[in-house]
């Protein structure tokens, strides 16, 4: 069982998101942590089908990479997640993976029961976004979606490292400034998991 989770999102292995990601992966491999390294594009998860098959056990039905994503993810105590903005939201990437954690949700609320608001954070959450526009709401969709998408997994968001002007491959490299500071969040992040 490894202390954090890193799951990159984006369809580019060396993009911006995950170069900034590695840093936070960095700095909190120096505090000490184990950290397990998940790259969502090399898994096989196939989107939601909205089938219901977890009704009964709040086990999703469709068997695929996700189960093992799943409790990879469940199994750390901090997840640090990152994702380009598509559209003013996460990457395809990562929302099929929210998506089939809709098998969580049914757990938690329809089956165990647990009322809505009514539940204490064991976990905390580092989010990394990164867009291309200027525009004053660019990362209000990923903020929201990942604030419902941590509920599910009893988490709190920790902190969000969103940058923008970022674009094509290898720009976050001209702002040494942000690699330094996602590298110290990273660190940061260590020392409030284990403060939970």
Request: aromatic residues 12%.
């Amino acid at each position: 069982m490894s202390e954090i989770v890193a799951v990159y999102g984006s369809p580019r292995r060396k993009g911006n998101s995950a170069t900034l990601l590695k840093r936070a992966v960095d700095g909190a491999r120096d505090a000490g942590a184990e950290v397990d390294e998940i790259v969502l594009r090399d898994y096989k998860i196939s989107p939601c089908l909205e089938i219901y098959g977890c009704k009964k056990e709040g086990e999703c039905a469709i068997k695929d990479d996700f189960q093992q994503v799943r409790d990879r993810i469940l199994a750390g105590k901090g997840l640090m997640i990152a994702s380009p903005i598509f559209f003013y939201t996460v990457s395809a990437q990562v929302k099929m993976l929210m998506d089939r954690c809709q098998s969580l949700w049914v757990k938690k609320y329809w089956i165990d029961g647990t009322a809505f608001n009514n539940w204490e954070a064991t976990r905390k959450g580092l989010v990394v976004g990164v867009g291309a526009t200027r525009g004053k709401k660019l990362f209000d969709g990923m903020l929201l979606t990942m604030k419902y998408f941590f509920d599910v997994l009893d988490m709190e968001l920790w902190d969000s490292l969103l940058y923008r002007q970022l674009d094509f491959q290898g720009d976050v490299d001209k702002h040494p400034e942000y690699l330094d500071q996602a590298y110290q969040r990273g660190q940061d992040f260590v020392k409030a998991v284990r403060e939970t």
